[in-house]
Structures are given as structure tokens and as C-alpha cells.
């Protein structure tokens, strides 16, 4: 469910006009709904009710610092892969200790940067990782919780661009060899294991890829225990799909998301958190654009957008579907043509749909590709020397801007030219 509905004819966002943001803000601009961030984030919360638990927003989803502040002043922690994650969070006004440090490619500076601002624990994913945190820890005199986080092989049955559970992915140390890992983190200074990470992908939308996992989590933490580790926390990452295209089968409920959490790892008495990103944000925000021109081609039908795959890249990367619905609401049985939605870039791969079927369209016409609040604006570029797009944020009949849209004069004013030139 959103807040994105008809009204009186016309596409609101909560209980604003989309027409009215396009008019003052311009287009294209991302928008996202308070109140839809907000259900989203207590689903999840309310679907652990009864278990030790925190749900860390998966920053990389939607990494704005009025959402980050929205979420967490719901009670949300953070997930962050990155020293600029981490000190957003913190700009948000999230305490270290609700912040958890995930990623694969931790920098020593950035170790520094999260020990010294506080952290809750680092999901460490490597040997060598683990070791030069261990250093960094010892020199700083303190001492930092850690998970490990496992691969436990499992094919979440998702795109192979974000899977990340199989033994062939990047992610964590093999399960099979987290015993001999666990021991060495007990003998290293400036660690204390005090759980176990695992993350198997995103945009998941069967529970069986979770439930082997978890499982296989709930084998190891007894396995960890026996070996004399306090394993109190279990990190389950996130992942849970949400579905892009109407007219798709629904993806689990956080409920059903919950209640597998309970039956396999609920016994074990330890705090759980998990780390949904595209769930929270997914559907709480929309890409608005304008129709700038109608094209007919040999054969097709181009409708030219405002928008482009600088401002929503995730059809070009991962051929994703993104509803998109015309801002003005068409009448009932209207006749639908066949369009390529594309944008303005210099590339054939910036194309949003091929032979969408859309209600009759006109230049200057207004249209939303609904959920595009996760990994939407996050992944937006200037490419093609196109200004970042802006963000705005709905609470109710009011909005904001909260990412303004740069100048050509700011965009050009952060190169610099040498002194030679």
C-alpha cells in the first residue's frame, strides 16, 4: 500500500497534487510519502513484536537525511556500507549505537571514523577485514562488537545482479569455514564477537531462499555457542521484494516475514534485527517527469521524457518494470497505444519500457513511474552533464524540498581547472 492516489481526477501524494510540485519544483523530481515510510517501517517492527529486535533501515535504499530522520525518529537504527552512510545517519540525529556497519570493502579511515562517532556493532566480512579492524581498534584502545557475516549458499532466486547468498558472491566467508573464523576473532585484540551476520539478496519474493538460511544461522549459532562464543545477536540482513509490476503475485507481508523469523531463529533467545530497505522506501516515493515530446518511429511510437536513466537507472541496469501512470486520470475504458518511454540521454540503453501500453498521452503531459523510492534517487547521476535531480518530501497537505536541484553554474563550479591549463 501507498499514499499515491486519484483524487478528484488528478495523482496526489498523500494530499498534495503532484501537479503542484511539478509547477514549483519542476520536473524531473522524486517524491516521497511521510506516512507511507512510516507504515512500511512499523510493519516490520510490529511483525518482530515479541522477540528482542531493531529494524535498521537499509540506508543505500534511500540514503536522504530528512528520510533517515523521518524513520528514525520512528525508532528505526541504520545499516550503513559506508563512512558517508554512517555520518548521514548521524546527521539525521541516529545514535552510534543504533547504527550497524555492513559492506565488503571497509577502509581503514572509514573503521576509524565509526569508532570514534560510536557504533552499535561491524558486520565484518573477510579475514583480512577482520584483522584490520582488529589494528585499528587495538591502536584506538577500544574494543568493538562484531558479527561475521556467513554465506550459507543459498540461491535467493532473485537477479543475479543482486544476489548475494551464493557461494560465487563477493559477500561474507564461506559457513563452512565460520568455526575456524570465530576462533580467530576470539584470540584478535579490539574484537568481541558478539553475533552472526547473514544477507542472502535483494527484491526476494519467495520466503523458502530465508528459511534455509536461517536455519543454517540457527545451526551455527548452537555449533558457536558449544565452542564457547556469546552469540547473542543475529543479523538477518533484509531483501523482502515489493511488486513493481501490478500484475504480479504479491510478495510475502512482513507478518509472514516475521513469523518465519519466530519459527526458526525465536527459540534461541538472542536480539534479532533485520535491514529492509526497498520495502520501506520502495513504494513511499515515485520519479515524476513530463512528456517532452511524441515521436513516431518505424514501427514504434517514442514518448521522449524529462526523465532519464541518469535519474532512475534501474531499468537500464536491471531491465526493471516501474509502473508508469499518467499524473491527470484517464477515463474509465480508455483506449490504450503501445509506447517506448525513453529519455534524453545519449545512450539506446536509456529507455524506461518498450511497447508499454499507456492511456493516450500529449507533450507537456505529466507522468509518475511509481515505486521508485529505493534505489532511485540513490543511484541518480549527472550524466550527460544532466543536473542531479531533486527530492521533495509530503507530510500531509504540505512539502518540502529536501534535496534541492543544482545549477548549471553549482554543477560546473566543482570542477577545477589546473593551474597549468
Known amino acids: 500500500m501507498d499514499h499515491f492516489l486519484y483524487r478528484d481526477g488528478a495523482l496526489h501524494a498523500e494530499d498534495v497534487p503532484l501537479a503542484d510540485i511539478a509547477a514549483t519544483v519542476g ?16 510493519l516490520f517492527d510490529e511483525a518482530l513484536d515479541g522477540l528482542p529486535h531493531l529494524v535498521c533501515y537499509a540506508v543505500k535504499a534511500a540514503g536522504n537525511v530528512a528520510i533517515l530522520k523521518t524513520l528514525a525518529e520512528a525508532g528505526a537504527g541504520m545499516d550503513v556500507v559506508s563512512a558517508g552512510e554512517y555520518l548521514r545517519a548521524k546527521a539525521a540525529g541516529v545514535p552510534g549505537e543504533r547504527i550497524v556497519f555492513s559492506g565488503v570493502g571497509k577502509t581503514r579511515d572509514e ?39 556467513v554465506n550459507p549458499d543459498v540461491d535467493a532466486k532473485t537477479h543475479a545482479k543482486i544476489a548475494t547468498g551464493k557461494s560465487e558472491n563477493k559477500f561474507g566467508i564461506p559457513i563452512a569455514r565460520a568455526r575456524e573464523v570465530y ?43 558449544a565452542d564457547g562464543h556469546g552469540i547473542e545477536r543475529l543479523d538477518l540482513g533484509g531483501g523482502l521484494g515489493i511488486p513493481y509490476e501490478r500484475s504480479n503475485s504479491a510478495p510475502p507481508l512482513p507478518v509472514e516475514y516475521g513469523a518465519l523469523i519466530k519459527r526458526t531463529v525465536g527459540h534461541l533467545g538472542c536480539e534479532v534485527e533485520i535491514e529492509p530497505g526497498r520495502l520501506i522506501a520502495g513504494n513511499a516515493g515515485l520519479l515524476l517527469a513530463r512528456v517532452t515530446y511524441l515521436k513516431e518511429g518505424e514501427g514504434r511510437r517514442f514518448a521522449i521524457l524529462d526523465a532519464a536513466m541518469n535519474d532512475l537507472i534501474r531499468p537500464a541496469m536491471y531491465d526493471a518494470w516501474h509502473d508508469i501512470v499518467p499524473v491527470i486520470e484517464p477515463e474509465a475504458g480508455a483506449e490504450t497505444t503501445p509506447w517506448d518511454v525513453v529519455g534524453p540521454v545519449c545512450e539506446t540503453g536509456d529507455t524506461f519500457a518498450r511497447g508499454r501500453d499507456l492511456p493516450p498521452l500529449a507533450e507537456g503531459d505529466l507522468v509518475a513511474f511509481r515505486s521508485a523510492g529505493a534505489y532511485g534517487a540513490a543511484m541518480a547521476s549527472e550524466y550527460n552533464g544532466r543536473p542531479l535531480v531533486p527530492e521533495v518530501l509530503v507530510k500531509g497537505d504540505h512539502f518540502a524540498v529536501i534535496r534541492a536541484r543544482p545549477t548549471y553554474e553549482e554543477m560546473i563550479a566543482r570542477d577545477s581547472i589546473p593551474q597549468w591549463l
Open 111 to 149: 573503521m576509524r571514523i565509526v569508532l570514534e562517532g560510536g557504533i552499535r556493532q561491524v558486520n565484518v566480512e573477510s579475514e583480512p577485514e577482520m584483522r584490520a579492524l582488529s589494528e585499528v581498534a587495538a591502536a584506538m584502545g577500544v574494543t568493538v562488537p562484531v558479527t561475521v557475516r
Open 27 to 42: 520536473t524531473p523530481v522524486y517524491v516521497y510519502s511521510t506516512a507511507t515510510l512510516l507504515r512500511h517501517f512499523r
Open 183 to 225: 576462533a580467530e576473532v576470539a584470540r584478535l585484540p579490539g574484537l568481541k564477537a558478539i553475533g552472526i551476520d547473514v544477507h542472502i539478496g535483494s527484491q526476494l519474493t519467495d520466503l523458502a531462499p530465508f528459511e534455509q538460511a536461517y536455519r543454517k544461522v540457527a545451526e551455527l549459532t548452537e555449533t558457536l555457542r
